[in-house]
């Protein structure tokens, strides 16, 4: 059980803005061989979207407060993360996987209030793919 709670907050964790990574955990995992491999995948999915979900409500309340000093980041670049993401649409979602560009294409997407449904839809599409991928790989190679 702690294996899963593990996998889950480190998944969690590396979805959002925090630095984290759950692939060496999932495939720590994986190796050991005393969790099954649907569940561990579940479980690293669920976690990893409820983290890109929480990047998507802080994008929804970002904008009120871009006025104040302490905002992170700076309004020019915060134009050019919307014009990328009106530029590739909800389809870069699928790219919410992705090391340094992911989570801040979650934060846009809320920013953008893009709908929540197709929101879930494609980042679970894309993180849950991913370990899939993950887990084929280090299976493979046992």
Do not use: C
């Not at 759950?22 to 569940?39: N, Q």
């Not at 050019?80 to 997407?109: H, M």
């Amino acid at each position: 059980m702690i294996g899963y709670v593990g996998l889950f907050l480190s998944a969690l964790i590396a979805a959002t803005i925090l630095p984290m990574q759950s692939e060496a955990v999932l495939v720590g995992l994986l190796l050991h061989g005393a969790h099954s491999v649907g569940a561990l995948l579940l479980v690293a999915t669920v976690g990893n979207v409820l983290g890109a979900l929480i990047n998507w409500y802080l994008g929804r309340f970002l904008r009120r407060y871009q006025d104040r000093r302490w905002f992170p980041v700076p309004p020019a670049k915060l134009a050019r993360a919307e014009e990328w993401y009106r530029r590739f649409g909800r389809w870069s979602l699928l790219g919410s996987w992705l090391p340094v560009v992911g989570d801040p294409i979650t934060i846009v997407a809320g920013v953008l209030r893009e709908p929540l449904p197709m929101f879930l839809l494609l980042v679970t599409i894309a993180k849950a793919g991913r370990y899939l991928v993950l887990a084929a790989v280090a299976l493979a190679w046992v």
